[in-house]
Nanobody, 126 residues
Framework: VQIVESGGGLVQPGGSLRLSCEVSGFRLADYSIGWFRQAPGKEREGVSCSNSVDGSTYYADSVKGRFTTYRDNSKNTVYLQMNSVKPEDTAVYYC????????????????????WGQGTQVSVSS
């Protein structure tokens, strides 16, 4: 099992970035995929989730309306489109896989996720 995030980098405030989460070793369609982030000195927090069962997506209030997650099961890849980024979006972003469906309440709970990637750094600065 492998999860690899990519697409991070330095972006100016108000700019856009698209992160990718490529998985291997399991069937992506069977897993809900969560995006999490951890800023320096802060706890890891849930950003968004793509539900494997019905295609629902969930977002943290802090990114709602700016970030969009979507998946391409044929490419074993889930994406996080980040628009109108802010300096407070600076963090290491992680992708994680949870077998089965996620819920609107439970998706940010980290221990629900069986597999994790190593993360990709996103820095928002002018």
């Amino acid at each position: 099992v492998q999860i690899v995030e990519s697409g991070g980098g330095l972006v100016q405030p108000g700019g856009s970035l698209r992160l990718s989460c490529e998985v291997s070793g399991f069937r992506l369609a069977d897993y809900s995929i969560g995006w999490f982030r951890q800023a320096p000195g802060k706890e890891r927090e849930g950003v968004s989730c793509s539900n494997s069962v019905d295609g629902s997506t969930y977002y943290a209030d802090s990114v709602k309306g700016r970030f969009t997650t979507y998946r391409d099961n044929s490419k074993n890849t889930v994406y996080l489109q980040m628009n109108s980024v802010k300096p407070e979006d600076t963090a290491v972003y992680y992708c994680a896989a949870d077998l089965g469906g996620a819920t609107s309440i439970g998706w940010p709970v980290m221990y629900e996720y069986e597999y994790w990637g190593q993360g990709t750094q996103v820095s928002v600065s002018s």
